[in-house]
């Protein structure tokens, strides 16, 4: 295999560093041109990974691989940036969110070496580079919230790095491949049974640092929404690649961790649409209507075998979509009605509104068709139980999204005092990009059938049964 094919690696990292030393050099009022030239390295990236990411090989002596796996989770990263550069740019008027761009950049990059690694070590390099760059990316709008979201991540990644060592311990070698070859059903014992505990713990307080914001920051407004959509979109990716693909090297083991990642589903599920169905603000029922589709992603998992993976992927690319993009749209002003922004930006309500349903796995949007193909696996797989608590969770997610829709379309609109003579009063605001991630939603659902076939090779990829 050529070494053409990291490229889109080297366009995302070099795209960091150019950001990054473009704002330092640039004055404050030369600055607005970056987020520009940001989406355009970003489209580009992902159009040289499905260009490059195509072909099918190892680079390094084994130690770099790129199958079909590394391109749909890549493609899906690039994306969910492009959608989150976008919808920041057009959506939000505060002034630090362009500035985290270059670490936006990095989280990225963190998934794609998560994406192609074939030991444990790059799995522990690309998640722990990603997580580091997306807290960097809230702490840079709130340094309270940047602390308080290290400590925990930090706490993750210590889980998990002890996990991964027990293991390295166990098998001797850090390969997935070694890993799936010389752990078998009679090798479980307390010990790996408590590393596997250990490991997925660590992914886990990633995949929930997005309410974590809400949870540390009264009402989330300290965190920028490039920041939050860092959190609950970008890094909640990463954390799921790894998962998937530390999973397939675990497969021989599955009594190790079958049962506690399905307990794990059940509560994200659960207690997702449960703290959705009751938060105060749309960006913190978008956060736990994300929580809320990880147990998808997770239940999706939990069956391990090549179909149910495809359906976790087929969750996980429309949860990146929506999720990236949800924040910086439900973001309104202390104080003020969330059915002014129906009145000032139609486009951006509209897009909110489509968002929200397909977190919540409304039907007929893109979030519905992944839970639904992950509901027939966990029906096939024997785990009616599980899917019972799913379509609990499920409903209380579109109660939750219902609501926020119900502010939007329903509430009425404080009346505007007059412009003084001479003033105009302020237009409406007709943006595009706010509508593309919901286009995009909506493609991905009409796109659904070629797309899940991709997710299947992509499973395919991690040697299921």
Known sequence: MRATALVPEVVVLGAALALLLAGRKLPARDRNWLAGAALVAAAAALALELWLG?????????????????????????????????TTMSSTTEPEARDPLPAVFVV??????????????GLWAGLEVAALAAVAVSGLSSREAGVRLLVLSAVGGALFAVGLAVLFATTGDASLAALRTALGPTSVNLALALAVLLTLTGIAIRLGLAPFQWLSVEGGLSVSAIGAGTLGGLLVGVAAIVAAKLLGGLGTVIVAWAPWLAVLSATAMLLGGLRAATAASPRAVA???????VGWVAAGLAAHDRRGSAAALLVLGALLLAASAAPALARVDVGTPLATLRRAQPLRALGLALLMLSLAGAPPLAGFIGQFAVAAELVRSNLTWLLTVGLLGSLLSVVAA???????????????????????SP???????????????????????????????????????
Do not use: H
């Open 54 to 86: 195509a072909a099918v090989g190892t680079l390094f002596d084994g130690g770099w691989q790129q199958d079909r796996f590394a391109l749909f989770a890549k493609a899906a990263l690039l994306l969910a940036l492009i959608v989150l550069i976008a």
């Open 108 to 121: 990225v990059f963190g998934g794609m070496v998560a994406a192609s690694a074939t030991s444990l070590l």
């Open 287 to 293: 956060a736990w209507l994300v929580v809320a589709q």
């Open 402 to 424: 219902v609501r926020v829709i119900r502010l939007l379309y329903l509430e009425s609109v404080p009346d505007q005092p007059r412009p003084a003579r001479g003033v105009r």
């Open 427 to 465: 237009a409406q605001t007709w943006s595009a990009e706010a509508l593309t991630p919901a286009v995009l939603v909506l493609l991905y659902s009409l796109l659904a059938n070629p797309i899940s076939g991709l997710a299947l090779q992509g499973a395919a990829a991690l040697k299921l049964p």
